[in-house]
């Protein structure tokens, strides 16, 4: 069964820093997509990173050159480094896998990221 569970997630000010992981039960890590969607209250759930089997990545507009992601594949973890953070970042942020050969979508619990004003 596969499982993401996340961590790393709480309350920081404005202008800090927050760091998210993600370890994914799956074999097939390594080919697979991964990323990272969040959810405010009210609203509905948003892209916010991807980093593809290649190393590839793409990023929402609203979160670029602020946020990073990254992979480590012998760890099957895919992290996403939050800088400048600003209030309207705060949201339960979900780990997002696509596995690539049955093009099947998984997702973690979330992690509660507060940024505080």
Do not use: H
């Not at 709480?10 to 039960?25: F, N, Y």
């Not at 209250?41 to 593809?52: D, K, L, S, W, Y």
């Not at 929402?60 to 050159?65: I, L, P």
């Amino acid at each position: 069964q596969v499982q993401l569970v996340e961590s790393g997630g709480g309350l920081v000010q404005a202008g800090g820093s927050l760091r998210l992981s993600c370890v994914a039960t799956i074999p097939t890590f390594s080919r697979d997509a991964v990323g990272w969607y969040r959810q405010a209250p009210g609203n509905q759930r948003e892209f916010v990173a991807t980093i593809f089997s290649d190393g590839s990545v793409d990023y929402a507009d609203s979160v670029k050159g602020r946020f990073t992601i990254s992979r480590d594949n012998a760890k099957n973890t895919v992290y996403l480094q939050m800088d400048s953070l600003k209030p309207e970042d705060t949201a339960v942020y979900y780990c997002n896998l696509r596995q690539w050969l049955t093009r099947t979508t998984f997702w973690g619990q979330g992690t509660q990221a507060t940024v505080s004003s």
